[in-house]
């Protein structure tokens, strides 16, 4: 079989046209990935809005020191908080979600303290300042973050973010500090929940993340 000579081939090289067009196709693709993999539209108003629009209501709820009361309050704080579950018509998402904490501002504070600090304090609070940088170097250190998520019927958030202060002023009666999320703890929330190992060094993560489901009939 003979082969045609070098000179004679004609090798057709893509143009620069072509070559940013299918740089572009690429791009493009990735980021319908990436739209695919977080379900999250918008963020309005302490509203977030899903991709086949629906709106969410996000709600936090801080800790509370439950172990601290008596037997008591606790059943009368567990009967506040299982009547306001009930009133909410529907499901919602109750997440809880665990975060590292970054100490290392809090260490620094402590390192000048003990700079200024003489005799025994000085002793108790460098032994204090050890404690933590041992935390801190074992990872120890986490809080978790408790959201209630209430979805809504599509176009309709008006009624949506009524019923949502209506929870909260039901949380309130059971003696639980809580608030419609606003912007910034909603973009935290994500964050620690999609990216959970970079979030006790960046704002918008954990081990792990435990986030339960619940609907107002499985809370007994």
Same mark, same amino acid.
């Given at each position: ?7 004679? $081939? ?9 070559? $940013?067009?299918?740089?572009? *196709? ?7 990935? *990436?739209?695919?993999? $977080?379900?999250?539209?918008? @963020? ?40 306001? @579950? ?18 290392? @501002? ?43 998520? @209430? ?70």
């Amino acid at each position: 079989m003979k082969l045609p000579a070098i000179s004679k $081939l004609k090798i057709k090289l893509p143009s620069k046209k072509q070559k $940013l067009a299918n740089k572009q *196709v690429n791009v493009k693709s990735k980021d319908n990935t *990436v739209q695919q993999w $977080l379900p999250i539209q918008d @963020i309005s108003e302490g509203i977030e809005y899903h991709y086949d629009a629906t709106p969410v209501t996000v709600v936090r709820v801080e800790p509370s020191p439950f172990s601290l009361l008596s037997d008591r309050e606790k059943e009368r704080r567990i009967g506040a908080l299982f009547e306001a @579950i009930q009133a909410i018509p529907g499901d919602m998402q109750i997440e809880a979600i665990p975060r590292p904490i970054d100490l290392d @501002i809090y260490i620094k504070a402590l390192e000048v303290k003990l700079k200024e600090t003489e005799g025994k304090r000085k002793v108790i609070l460098r032994g204090y300042t050890n404690y933590v940088r041992k935390i801190t170097a074992g990872a120890e250190a986490m809080e978790k973050r408790f959201f209630v998520l @209430i979805p809504g019927e599509k176009g309709n958030e008006d009624e949506l973010l009524s019923k949502t202060k209506e929870f909260v002023g039901e949380l309130a009666r059971a003696e639980l500090n809580a608030h419609l999320s606003s912007y910034q703890e909603i973009l935290d929330m994500l964050f620690s929940f999609f990216h959970s190992p970079q979030a006790a060094f960046e704002r918008a993560e954990e081990k792990e993340t435990v986030t339960p489901y619940f609907n107002r009939k499985e809370v007994k």
